[in-house]
Structures are given as structure tokens and as C-alpha cells.
């Protein structure tokens, strides 16, 4: 059940609430930050270091997966809300969007509880993205504060989870296909 918990590449972080093969404690927390540091994932040992913290059984982990479920339902949203705005209408949008959070990352990330993260870097890659756009669309002097949050979140996503953050780009690239094909 642990290992299955803890499946992702961080399984030897969680010795106190499971004893497994392959787990090895890090000494300090320096160690165990030094470690998310050098996988170029900064905040992600913040957010694995929290988990570690407040569960000591394994039931305590349900509430770290209902913030799973609740953080999917936000990404569906912002996926609905996107496509809504480019003139799909309700059902295609719905479906759209069930199928993008139905896919197996976003399901294993409410079983492994590491992968969390992936879904923080989602949302601030797409939050981002929607600033990004209301600079353009913006010709006041809210603008710069539009472009310098959009950065900021963009830069929390990638120090998040680097690959997740390949929503930013996915959305841009949905804007130039849409455009394409003339749906928007």
C-alpha cells in the first residue's frame, strides 16, 4: 500500500508511515531539499516535505487526495472555461475538457500523492497563460502587472514540475490551431 502511495521517484522520502525496499532516509532537511535542488524542482520538496509532515498513517493521505480531486476539477474548469471562450458550445466544451482530465497522469496523481505537484505546475501554467492573454487584451496600465504575474506564475510552475509546464505552451499552440481553422 505505501509503496503504491509513494509510487513516484521520491518513494525512499516516506520511512516513518512505510518500510519498503529501496527507501533510504535523508539525513537533514538540507539533504532532503538539496535533492528536489538538483532535480531542477525547487518547490516541489516544499510540497512533498508538507505531506511528510501531516500524515503519519496511511489514512491521513485521503485528505492530501481529496486536494487532488479538488485541484482536477479546478484544471477542468479552467479547460471548460477556455473553450467556452472560444465558441464551443457547452457540450463540446464539457466533453473536451473531461477527456483532457480523464487521462491516466491526472488519475495517478490522486493515488500518488508525489504527483501533486504536476497538478500545482498545471494550474499556475495555465493561470498564467490567461494573464498573458489579458496583457494583450488590456492597453491599460494594468498590463504590466498582467505580464508580471504571468511570469511569476510561469516561473512557479517551472520550478514546480518542469514538464507540466508544457500546458502554458499547449494552450498557444490550441489558440494557433483554432485560428487555423477558424473556430474562434
Request: proline share 3%; charged share 15%; no cysteine.
Amino acid at each position: 500500500i505505501f509503496d503504491f502511495l509513494y509510487g513516484d521517484d521520491y518513494a525512499y522520502i516516506f520511512p516513518k508511515i512505510g518500510v519498503s525496499d529501496g527507501y533510504s532516509f535523508l539525513s537533514s532537511l538540507e539533504d532532503f531539499l538539496g535533492y528536489f535542488n538538483k532535480l531542477g524542482r525547487p518547490i516541489t520538496g516544499y510540497f512533498i516535505w508538507i505531506q511528510n509532515y501531516f500524515i503519519s498513517s496511511i489514512g491521513d493521505a485521503k485528505f492530501f487526495r481529496y486536494f487532488s480531486l479538488l485541484q482536477i476539477l479546478l484544471i477542468f474548469y479552467l479547460f471548460y472555461s477556455y473553450f467556452l471562450k472560444k465558441k464551443f458550445n457547452r457540450a463540446e466544451s464539457f466533453i473536451i475538457s473531461l477527456s483532457v482530465v480523464s487521462i491516466p497522469a491526472f488519475n495517478l496523481s490522486v493515488a500518488w500523492l508525489t504527483l501533486q505537484t504536476s497538478l500545482f505546475s498545471i494550474i499556475f501554467s495555465i493561470l498564467s497563460y490567461n494573464l498573458l492573454n489579458k496583457y494583450f487584451s488590456n492597453y491599460e496600465k494594468k498590463k504590466y502587472f498582467y505580464i508580471s504575474l504571468s511570469i511569476i506564475f510561469l516561473l512557479f510552475s517551472f520550478l514546480i514540475y518542469p514538464p507540466a509546464s508544457t500546458f502554458f505552451f499547449i494552450f498557444y499552440f490550441l489558440d494557433l490551431f483554432l485560428r487555423i481553422n477558424e473556430k474562434e
